[in-house]
Structures are given as structure tokens and as C-alpha cells.
């Protein structure tokens, strides 16, 4: 999962979502699940997801120079280069779920 490849698979989920038309972070939630998993979150992930970005967002606001190396390249005018670097951390954990690595 810390393959340089891996790491841009993230990379490019997190851009992919910060380029759609999803206007909450919920909405952006529902979509990264949608791509990886195929379904939407339950209440339960959706909270732990939300709460997982919020705690991202306000880590990589206090440490900038992480957030540059881990934001996609593609960062939308208005975003925080945080805020980017929080969507990546997000699609790596959902890239990490048993049930997107493992087919049963």
C-alpha cells in the first residue's frame, strides 16, 4: 500500500473527486465510495469518513510542507492545498479496505 504507484492511484482519486460537480464534502464522500466500492457509505463510514477528512484537513493546515508532497498535482483555484492532500489521504484508506483489495 506505500507503493509509489499505489500512492498515485490516491493521488488521482482525490483529483478526480475535487473535479467533479459534488458540492459537500459528503457528496464528494458518496462519490470516492461509489468509484472504489460501488456503493454508497453507510451512516455509521460516513461519519468516520467525515470525521477521518476533518482531522486531514486541520493536520496538513499545520504542516503545509506535507501537504504539498501529498496533494495531487491538480489542485482546483479554490482549494487549500490541504484540503487536496486530505482528499488524498482519504482515497488511500479506501483503497486500503479489504473490500476494494479483496473480490469474494
Known amino acids: 500500500a506505500n507503493d509509489p504507484a499505489f500512492f498515485e492511484?490516491?493521488?488521482l482519486l482525490a483529483e478526480k473527486i475535487l473535479q467533479s460537480d459534488a458540492t459537500s464534502d459528503a457528496d464528494r464522500i458518496r462519490l470516492a465510495?461509489?468509484?472504489?466500492?460501488?456503493?454508497n457509505p453507510t451512516p455509521f463510514?460516513?461519519?468516520r469518513l467525515q470525521a477521518f477528512l476533518d482531522a486531514q484537513k486541520?493536520?496538513?493546515?499545520?504542516?503545509?510542507q506535507h501537504?504539498?508532497?501529498v496533494a495531487p498535482d491538480f489542485v482546483p483555484s479554490d482549494w487549500e492545498v490541504s484540503a487536496a492532500a486530505a482528499w488524498t489521504a482519504l482515497a488511500?484508506?479506501?483503497l486500503n479496505l479489504d473490500e476494494f483489495i479483496t473480490r469474494e
Do not use: D
Open 9 to 11: 492511484f490516491a493521488q
Open 33 to 39: 465510495m461509489q468509484r472504489t466500492l460501488a456503493r
Open 45 to 47: 463510514e460516513q461519519t
Open 58 to 64: 486541520t493536520w496538513y493546515r499545520k504542516n503545509p
Open 67 to 69: 501537504a504539498k508532497t
Open 92 to 94: 488511500r484508506v479506501l
